[in-house]
């Protein structure tokens, strides 16, 4: 015979007596309530917490939000399902029918039938105050709570979607997804200041590594994916890099996420920017196309002006101009550079910013890149005393740089010439 222990938690309810017997209720996030065709009384289930709390004589209003949309449910009940730990901040669990909304202001609401409080909050002591908007500075100090927020919960959907749209992107195109490895004993070709790896506690050992070799944060997936593309023809990856660069600038982080691409038997840049124009169309587009509020929140508080800008971009098909006619640009320009453009040396954030002005304020590719100043991996050119090579950078209005890249050198010899130097 089994004894079975029972760990039971304590949920406080508040309902109206008798329940009625109903079938079980279907879970919906708010965003899927939200947008429920049918309205006739579906009884559902609504998880999540509560915005707002708003009590009348015979009626109680809430508005629950669990994260999964913006905008919020309103929740209308008798004001016998009313209680005290129905505060701003509350966990709950609403159960009711789904109904169409007689406000103008939501499309649908739900009518309470039983409310289980999950978790109460003391509204006064809680940092999160209804209706306020709180500094990025005073929420960095309630990281726990900050994602409750309307601007962090807007960015992290945002994110999340820009992240499927990615994985979806490369799927549809048919490359294979590639998991490189986070700890590694290479440096990718110096692409960052690199943060070293040591066991803790007892299993440090003096003058002896881990691996036997040194171990570090890997700063780019490149070396592998360059292994795998000799067994598929098209891979990325797309996960954490580790930089240990001193900056505060948002353009210098010591974490942060990035994809990158590997494909075989391709002969020329403009099958490079084929692919990186439409990732960056498919990408965009998916996220105003599923997240339009929280876009919009952005647009408006976040980023102002951007929106129009980025319709423009979509719109427009990206220029294409050479590393040497960019520098002839910003020779001509009549704005004063803190460094003086020259041919040979790498552009700097301010003239990255003007080109892209220059152009119409439109994504433009920059190509074919002096030798000197890239990897000894990109393919030569051999265009005689220039000496460039079959590189591309993707200059963004607003942002700068987002995407680089290039053809591989695949002739042994001009490798060997060049490892030898």
């Known amino acids: 015979m089994l004894g079975v222990r029972c760990l039971l938690r304590s949920v406080r309810f508040c309902?109206?007596?008798?329940?009625?017997?109903?079938?079980p209720s279907a879970r919906l996030s708010v965003r899927d309530a939200l947008g429920a065709q049918n309205t006739s009384g579906e009884r559902i289930k609504v998880q999540g917490w509560i915005r707002s709390v708003r009590s009348q004589k015979e009626v109680l209003f809430l508005h629950v939000n669990d994260g999964s949309s913006l905008?919020?449910?309103?929740?209308?009940?008798?004001?016998?399902?009313?209680?005290?730990?129905?505060?701003?901040?509350?966990s709950v669990e609403i159960?009711?029918?789904?109904?169409?909304?007689?406000?103008?202001?939501?499309?649908?609401?739900?009518?309470?039938?039983?409310?289980?409080?999950?978790?109460?909050?003391d509204a006064k002591?809680?940092?999160?105050?209804?209706?306020?908007?709180?500094?990025?500075?005073?929420?960095?100090q309630y990281p726990h709570f900050r994602?409750?927020?309307?601007?962090?919960?807007?960015?992290?959907?945002i994110r999340s979607e820009a992240t499927a749209a990615v994985h979806s992107f490369f799927k549809d195109s048919g490359f294979v997804h590639i998991h490189t490895p986070i700890i590694t004993s290479n440096d990718s070709e110096g692409a960052g200041e690199?943060?070293?790896?040591?066991?803790?506690?007892?299993?440090?050992?003096?003058?002896?590594?881990?691996?036997?070799?040194?171990?570090?944060?890997?700063?780019?997936?490149?070396l592998h994916l360059e292994v795998m593309s000799g067994a598929f023809t098209q891979v990325f990856t797309f996960g954490?890099?580790?930089?240990?660069?001193?900056?505060?600038?948002?353009?210098?982080?010591?974490?942060?996420?990035?994809?990158?691409?590997?494909?075989?038997?391709?002969?020329?840049?403009?099958?490079?920017?084929?692919?990186i124009e439409e990732l960056f169309k498919a990408t965009t587009m998916m996220v105003l196309s599923n997240c339009p509020e929280d876009v919009e929140l952005c647009h408006k508080f976040i980023a102002p002006g951007q929106k129009d800008r980025l319709e423009h971009m979509l719109k427009n098909n990206f220029l294409i101009i050479s590393y040497t006619e960019a520098v002839e640009i910003l020779k001509q320009a009549s704005q004063n550079f803190t460094f003086t453009p020259k041919w040979g040396v790498n552009l700097q954030t301010e003239h990255e910013k003007y080109l892209v002005k220059h152009c119409g304020n439109i994504p433009v590719f920059i190509i074919n890149y002096p030798l000197a100043i890239k990897p000894f991996y990109m393919r030569d050119n051999e265009d005689g005393p220039q000496h460039t090579?079959?590189?591309?950078?993707?200059?963004?209005?607003?942002?700068?740089?987002?995407?680089?890249?290039?053809?591989?050198?695949?002739?042994?010899?001009?490798?060997?010439?060049?490892?030898?130097?």
């Open 15 to 23: 309902s109206s007596a008798p329940f009625p017997r109903h079938k």
């Open 71 to 90: 905008e919020s449910l309103q929740v209308v009940a008798d004001s016998s399902l009313d209680s005290r730990e129905l505060t701003f901040g509350s």
């Open 95 to 121: 159960q009711g029918q789904l109904i169409k909304s007689p406000s103008k202001r939501q499309n649908v609401e739900l009518k309470a039938e039983i409310i289980k409080i999950v978790g109460n909050c």
């Open 125 to 140: 002591a809680f940092p999160i105050k209804y209706k306020e908007r709180h500094p990025l500075e005073y929420l960095r």
């Open 147 to 157: 994602c409750r927020t309307n601007v962090l919960g807007s960015i992290l959907r």
């Open 194 to 222: 690199l943060f070293q790896l040591e066991p803790s506690g007892k299993l440090k050992v003096p003058e002896e590594n881990f691996f036997n070799v040194p171990a570090f944060l890997t700063v780019s997936g490149q």
């Open 240 to 275: 954490p890099t580790f930089r240990a660069e001193n900056s505060q600038s948002r353009r210098h982080l010591a974490e942060f996420y990035m994809v990158e691409a590997e494909i075989s038997f391709v002969n020329s840049l403009q099958d490079l920017m084929q692919v």
């Open 389 to 421: 090579v079959a590189a591309v950078d993707l200059l963004v209005p607003g942002v700068g740089e987002l995407f680089g890249g290039g053809l591989r050198e695949e002739r042994y010899h001009f490798l060997e010439e060049r490892l030898a130097r």
